[in-house]
Nanobody, 116 residues
Framework: QVQLVESGGGLVQAGGSLRLSCAAS????????FDWYRQAPGKPRDLVAG???????NYAGSVKGRFTISRDNVKNTVNLQMDSLKPDDTGVYYC??????????WGQGTQVTVSS
C-alpha cells in the first residue's frame, strides 16, 4: 500500500504562483509514475503533469511553460510549481501514483482557487 498526502493549495490572484507538495509513505519503492491531476467543478479529473522514476516528465498543453513537476525519489515526494496562474487553473489538485504492477493510489486532494 501507498499513502499520499498533499499540501500547499490555497487562494491566489491571477498571475500569481503556488507550490503543491505530495509526500508518499508505505511501499514507496513500488512507485513508478508520480503525477498531478486536476478536477475543476463539473469537469472530469484530468492529468496536469506526470513524471516517471527514470526522470521523464509530461504536461497538459494548457500548463506547459507555466507548471513544473519535480520529484525526489529518495524523499518520496513530488512537487508542482505553478506560475502565471489563471482562473482556469482553479480546481482540486490530486496527487496520484502508479506502481510497477499498475496499482493506483490517490491523495485526498487540495483546493487551488485562482481569482481574476
Amino acid at each position: 500500500q501507498v499513502q499520499l498526502v498533499e499540501s500547499g493549495g490555497g487562494l491566489v490572484q491571477a498571475g500569481g504562483s503556488l507550490r503543491l507538495s505530495c509526500a508518499a509513505s508505505g511501499s514507496t519503492w513500488r512507485i513508478n509514475t508520480f503525477d498531478w491531476y486536476r478536477q475543476a467543478p463539473g469537469k472530469p479529473r484530468d492529468l496536469v503533469a506526470g513524471s516517471t522514476r527514470a526522470g521523464a516528465t509530461n504536461y497538459a498543453g494548457s500548463v506547459k511553460g507555466r507548471f513544473t513537476i519535480s520529484r525526489d525519489n529518495v524523499k518520496n515526494t513530488v512537487n508542482l510549481q505553478m506560475d502565471s496562474l489563471k482562473p482556469d487553473d482553479t480546481g482540486v489538485y490530486y496527487c496520484h501514483a502508479t506502481t510497477y504492477s499498475s496499482s493506483q493510489y490517490w491523495g485526498q486532494g487540495t483546493q487551488v482557487t485562482v481569482s481574476s
